[in-house]
């Protein structure tokens, strides 16, 4: 059974950090692309990061400078390194594992980013 599980989200002040984990289980994790999404109050989900296999990365256009993502496959753990963040950072951020046409969510973790 696959099981990603999220944590390190909370509540931080505008201009601090966070670091979100994903811990993956059940799934070969070295084989899969990784990526972590959020998903704000009334808003759709969107891409946050991904890192593929051979640890390329891609950002949104928001996030660029501020986030970055790793992946240690020693420990079937991705990282969200998160700085500078605004307000407008606040969501559930969730973890995503893919290969081919196998697609794994996790359960999410809640950031909200207000003074």
């Known amino acids: 059974q696959v099981q990603l599980e999220e944590s390190g989200g909370g509540l931080v002040q505008p201009g601090g950090s966070l670091r979100l984990s994903c811990a993956a289980s059940?799934?070969?994790?070295?084989?899969?692309?990784m990526g972590w999404y959020r998903q704000a109050p009334g808003k759709q989900r969107e891409l946050v990061a991904t890192?593929?296999?051979?640890?390329?990365?891609d950002y949104a256009d928001s996030v660029k400078g501020r986030f970055t993502i790793s992946r240690d496959n020693a420990k079937n753990t991705v990282y969200l390194q998160m700085n500078s963040l605004k307000p407008e950072d606040t969501a559930v951020y969730y973890c995503?594992?893919?290969?081919?046409?196998?697609?794994?969510w996790g359960k999410g973790t809640l950031v909200t980013v207000s003074s």
């Open positions: 059940g799934l070969s994790f070295s084989f899969y692309a």
């Open positions: 995503n594992a893919r290969e081919f046409t196998l697609n794994y």
């Open positions: 890192i593929t296999r051979g640890s390329s990365t």
